[in-house]
């Protein structure tokens, strides 16, 4: 009798839920991609461009069928909210896996999209995030012809599944906002644009202080600072051997930096070890000692890392995080004050040690 | 029978991420939560070891019943019913945030009230059987999902974002004194001994606890890990930010290669779980108290059917448990549980050191 009533009483529960605001997948568009720009207009700032992706039942290169929607809005939940207009069905963002914020929005002030991002249960915090340029409306309309599904080419050149460029700097949104908020480590994104063709190019780092665009990396300087973050993926590297050009390819990379002294001027140490093979090298170099072309390659590198630290401290960011270790190390009521006088006076000094594994196939 | 105690132990550790316990913790780390963590382990041994020596002297028998035995009637049944609400609020805090949670993560257009009155149905169901089963419920719940937990938890301990950085500037705040409520928050971990006053009635005659070493260190691994992943994840002042502290941070991480991408969903279906079994637990022991009120009610460990008082009181709680998220928000529900936590520091504190006293008072010889 009990498990009858109990029984009932469920049944009963169940009712009250019937038709709740549970959507089929059919009546919704999955949003793959976010582009927020600023449109130079003082009462709509943001420009919101979304990438709705349209399910189609054929799986094949250059298959992916979009749909865009773009709205100028004085917020950016305002013109989400004012999108759902144009739209036949219910927004999801729960797949849009790219952030894209546009170049001039982002040399303003990004914490207002990031906040919202953050604020929105449905947006993942593993979402990747970059800089559009010139703006993001542009590269969401690029269509790569060997998209198989809508929104995948550029989820593929950021993930670990697809392309491992050495130029590519992905970070996520928490990885993201843990960076604008903490005290002694500030963001970085990387840029996407367009050949003017089907495909995207990303091969430029820019450096945020805690609200804007402080410095963009060249390309080069984007590959020397990924290794040096330890965001190594295999990359490869130029160097001269007694006026022969040598291409090394770098197998295995590790880095790690600390601090000497808590008086200025503080010493920041960086090491980096890499393995590396050669790609392309004058003949007969494996007979030769190895040692002095691991040393020239070493002090090249250096040579180049330590430029590109001095570049970073001028531009009064820090990237690496050094501030958060002398926080660390140095504990105190005024640490964070004692690093930003410290800062701008700091030494540089790397210490590259290269280990060349053999030379390739041949001699 | 050992196990039955561990489960028990684990059920409330693995617990605390629903109880704002990071949350408090983390809102303190520049002012204490450091060396609570410290201190919590100390407090919450001593007084498991306090709490288990002076129960193994009263085998089958709960706490009511040793009660009983000394003090007046009317003291037992104050107490009793004190014991209830505490046990009844704990899990309503848990159901409730789990209930909001689900709203917030899982489908924002379901209407809360009645996610929560689905769960509350069926935790108060499986709280009306008998004390035996409930003990089985546990440990199939801390079986089942405990492997899921410790791969989540591996996961992030092991994961490239977690900035050690960010750990080491917090931890060097391990000097400032730790603060009432950071204490409060830090000893929750430790709390789930106290199950053993209803669940002694289980325990043979010839029981011993055996490998209580084991539950200090134990509890302190998943306190720091409760306290200082999300600070490696979000950094030292980002961490700050969010409400559902561990819902964000599971969200930070990504399987590449599981079933599903975002680690999110596995967390909150294990935590669904375990706020199941956790809110079983809880209204299951208050109701075990508030029968051991009256005098018609023998304790039974494992009866066949479940008397009706059962469901009556039960029904009771559950009702509470609706109107309480009615009449609440998530920030007074955060303020009232920290509260709670101190309360039962209190309580708990008090109510080891009276059974302690009175089974030390009976080996007097007279």
Redesign the interface.
């Known amino acids: 009798m009990?498990r009858y009533a109990?029984l009932l009483?469920?049944l009963l529960?169940l009712l009250?839920?019937s038709g709740?605001?549970?959507?089929d997948i059919d009546k919704r568009f999955f949003v793959v991609a976010t582009g927020i720009d600023w449109s130079g207009n003082k009462s709509k700032p943001y420009r919101i461009t979304l990438q709705l992706a349209i399910p189609s039942p054929k799986i094949e290169p250059g298959a992916s069928k979009i749909q865009y929607e773009t709205i100028d809005a004085p917020s950016i939940a305002e013109g989400v909210r004012m999108l759902k207009a144009y739209v036949d069905k219910e927004l999801d963002f729960g797949h849009c896996k790219m952030m894209i914020i546009g170049e001039e929005l982002a040399k303003r002030d990004i914490n207002h999209s990031i906040e919202w991002m953050?604020r929105r249960?449905?947006i993942?915090?593993?979402a990747t995030l970059a800089i559009g340029r010139p703006t993001a409306e542009t590269v969401l309309h690029v269509r790569p012809a060997s998209e198989r599904y809508p929104g995948n080419a550029l989820l593929l050149s950021f993930?670990?599944?697809g392309t491992e460029s050495s130029y590519n700097y992905a970070e996520?949104l928490?990885?993201f906002?843990?960076?604008?908020?903490?005290?002694g480590?500030d963001p970085a994104l990387a840029i996407i644009t367009n050949d003017g063709k089907e495909s995207y190019i990303i091969n430029q780092v820019a450096l945020f202080d805690k609200e804007k665009i402080k410095t963009i990396l060249t390309p080069a300087e984007t590959q020397l600072f990924n290794q040096m973050s330890?965001h190594f993926t295999k990359a490869s590297m130029h160097g001269m051997f007694k006026g022969t050009p040598l291409v090394i390819a770098i197998n295995q990379l590790n880095s790690s930096f600390r601090l000497q002294g808590h008086t200025a001027p503080v010493r920041i140490t960086m090491k980096v070890k890499m393995d590396v093979v050669f790609e392309e090298a004058p003949n007969g170099l494996f007979d030769k000692d190895w040692l002095s072309v691991e040393d020239a390659l070493a002090t090249e590198y250096e040579k180049a890392a330590v430029a590109l630290l001095k570049k970073i401290q001028r531009h009064g960011v820090d990237p690496f995080?050094f501030g958060?270790?002398y926080?660390?190390?140095y504990?105190g009521k005024n640490a964070w004050n004692n690093w930003t006088q410290l800062y701008p006076d700091a030494e540089f000094n790397v210490e590259a040690m290269v280990k060349i594994e053999g030379t390739g196939l041949i001699r | 029978m050992n196990r039955y105690f561990f489960y028990n132990f684990m059920l409330v550790s693995l617990m605390n991420l629903m109880l704002f316990v990071p949350h408090i913790l983390v809102k303190n780390r520049y002012s204490g939560g450091v060396s609570a963590l410290i201190a919590a382990p100390v407090i919450g041994a001593i007084l498991m070891y306090m709490f288990t020596s002076a129960m193994a002297r009263y085998p089958g028998l709960g706490y009511p019943e040793i009660l009983k035995k000394y003090c007046p009637r009317w003291l037992v049944s104050l107490t009793s019913v004190y014991f209830a609400i505490m046990w009844w609020f704990s899990s309503t805090i848990v159901v409730v945030a789990y209930a909001v949670l689900i709203n917030r993560f899982f489908n924002p257009d379901a209407n809360t009230t009645v996610i929560l009155i689905m769960m509350v149905l069926a935790a108060a169901y499986a709280a009306s059987r008998s004390t035996l089963t409930i003990a089985f419920i546990i440990e199939i719940g801390i079986i089942v999902n405990a492997p899921i937990i410790l791969f989540i938890m591996f996961k992030m301990v092991r994961s490239p974002q977690l900035n050690f950085d960010s750990i080491r500037v917090i931890a060097n705040y391990v000097t400032v004194m730790p603060t009432v409520i950071t204490l409060a928050a830090a000893t929750l971990i430790f709390t789930g001994y106290i199950h053993l006053a209803l669940f002694n009635r289980l325990f043979p005659p010839n029981f011993r606890f055996k490998h209580l070493y084991v539950y200090p260190i134990l509890g302190f691994i998943i306190l720091l890990i409760t306290f200082f992943v999300p600070i490696g994840f979000h950094g030292t002042e980002g961490v700050d930010r969010y409400i559902y502290l561990w819902a964000v941070t599971s969200d930070s991480l990504i399987m590449q290669y599981g079933f599903i991408e975002r680690v999110i969903f596995l967390f909150l279906i294990v935590f669904l779980n375990l706020t199941l079994v956790y809110t079983m637990s809880g209204w299951h022991l208050g109701m075990e108290y508030i029968k051991s009120c009256f005098k018609a009610c023998k304790p039974e460990i494992d009866s066949p059917k479940a008397p009706k008082a059962n469901y009556i009181i039960l029904a009771v709680f559950a009702t509470a448990t609706v109107l309480y998220l009615i009449f609440t928000n998530e920030k007074i529900n955060y303020l009232i549980t920290s509260y709670w936590l101190v309360l039962r520091m209190f309580t708990e504190i008090v109510g080891v050191l009276w059974v302690f006293i009175l089974s030390r008072r009976r080996l007097k010889p007279e």
């Open positions: 009990n109990a009483s469920l529960a009250t839920i709740c605001g549970f959507k953050l249960r449905d993942q915090s593993v993930g670990a599944d996520t928490s990885g906002a843990r960076r604008v908020s903490e005290k480590m330890d995080g958060l270790r926080r660390a190390v504990p």
